[in-house]
């Protein structure tokens, strides 16, 4: 049973969203492997070479990567517009996004020019086309719903965070004299905040009622969240250019406090969900919710009460909250979605009525057990590494030795679908 409000004669081969899928667990791993060989001297400064390497991984290798194959299957069933030409253009994105953020991790760790140097051509022509090809299909949307007014949002807030990183790479690459801890901060800002928060708004809005069967989120939320918070989120960088350090503080609260509003709103919706009966992944919506709105409490409270905590801990805090808790929760919860949905779509498309054997169901493709497994272990790797930045001496080590695993397990559920995908295909 196809789920209501999907168009699927529109959908991208297989191969083209399950290259980008496939490969983002590997940069886990290779973030583990990192903090691992670091150890403890990871969490002296954020400023230093392995913790710039390691979340470029995260960010680039892992959460762009998924975003990235996730906007090409979505943009044709869910909004109904179709990305020219989606094998060339996975391509386009794929090959020059994974080698740009190996580059870049590697011109960090070694500190070389020409490093930086390949490493921007590489990440500004899959960014490129990223954006260009995203941009052409979403304004083109034949209905401007909610889902295609926060995609429009976030790609505008991608353009920025791309730009940002650009002009800093400029600065590890070419030595040009920049203010680079604002820059830094805007760069941080605008990518977790605008792009990965808008993004993730927008699908939350077709995928969150689809496959968890809840209530449909407020239409003022629906429609009003994203351009509002792209409005605040410009505002706050501003002021925090010019210097205007209450003002840009009252900005970020209001961000703050929309980002809690969301968060808020996706848990109540959850917890409202018309099928009772068990399902791995809404654990993965439920911890990726509240890793968002604790970062939200976090900020205010550091913002207001700064004597609660040093600011050096609040980032650490902020950064593992976001990227590990909020962005690889609901990512790991989307791709047990859409790899085991879209094998077993294509499978219907290609055998129905014409195979020797049954086609195996979504479920036979990709049963309970395992992710529940895997879901144990991400849990595992966000409280270690939550504890880790508090304590480094004691818990740097399980917390590497956790995120690797729970990225190696992801990739295993992941390529057991593929597997179980080409063996009926072969069987058909």
Not at 196 to 217: C, E, R
Request: proline residues 7%; hydrophobic residues 60%.
């Amino acid at each position: 049973m196809i789920p209501v409000g999907l168009s699927l004669e529109q959908a991208p081969p297989f191969d083209a969203p399950l290259r980008f899928f496939l490969t983002a667990p590997g940069f886990l791993v290779l973030a583990g492997a990192l903090l691992l060989w670091q150890g403890p001297e990871f969490f002296a400064s954020r400023w230093l070479p392995v913790p710039l390497a390691l979340t470029h991984l995260l960010t680039l290798g892992f959460m762009a990567q998924v975003m990235a194959g996730a906007l090409l299957q979505i943009l044709p069933v869910v909004i109904g517009v179709a990305v020219p030409r989606p094998q060339w253009t996975a391509t386009l994105i794929h090959l020059p996004l994974t080698l740009g953020t190996l580059m870049l991790a590697g011109a960090f760790l070694r500190g070389i020019p020409v490093g930086f140097h390949l490493a921007l051509g590489l990440l500004g022509l899959g960014f490129g086309v990223a954006l260009i090809a995203f941009d052409l299909a979403v304004w083109r949307a034949p209905v401007t719903s909610g889902t295609v007014i926060a995609v429009r949002c976030a790609l505008g807030a991608l353009l920025v965070t791309v730009a940002l990183g650009l002009l800093l790479g400029g600065y590890f690459g070419w030595g040009l004299s920049l203010p680079v801890v604002a820059l830094t901060t805007l760069h941080a800002v605008w990518g977790l905040v605008g792009w990965t928060v808008l993004l993730v708004a927008g699908i939350a809005d077709q995928v969150v009622p689809m496959f968890h069967i809840t209530p449909f989120y407020p239409r003022r939320l629906s429609r009003g969240f994203a351009p509002l918070m792209a409005a605040v989120l410009t505002v706050w960088s501003a002021l925090a250019l010019g210097g205007w350090e209450t003002a840009a503080r009252a900005a970020g609260a209001a961000l703050a406090l929309g980002v809690a509003v969301f968060a808020g709103t996706t848990l109540h919706l959850l917890a409202q969900r018309r099928r009772k009966t068990s399902d791995p992944v809404l654990a993965y919506w439920r911890i990726s919710m509240l890793s968002l709105l604790a970062s939200a409490v976090l900020w205010l409270l550091a913002s207001f009460v700064p004597a609660l905590l040093p600011w050096a801990t609040v980032e650490w805090l902020l950064g593992i909250l976001l990227i590990v808790g909020f962005a690889g929760g609901v990512i790991n919860g989307m791709l047990y979605k859409i790899v085991p949905f879209l094998a077993w779509f294509h499978l219907q498309a290609q055998l129905l009525g014409r195979a020797k054997v049954p086609l195996p169901h979504m479920k036979q493709l990709l049963p309970d057990a395992p992710v529940r497994r895997q879901w144990q272990s991400f849990l595992a790797a966000l409280w270690l590494l939550l504890a880790a930045a508090a304590y480094p001496p004691v818990f740097t080590y399980p917390a590497a030795l956790a995120l690797g695993f729970t990225g190696a397990w992801l990739g295993v559920n992941l390529w057991s679908v593929w597997r179980s995908y080409r063996r009926a295909l072969c069987k058909g």
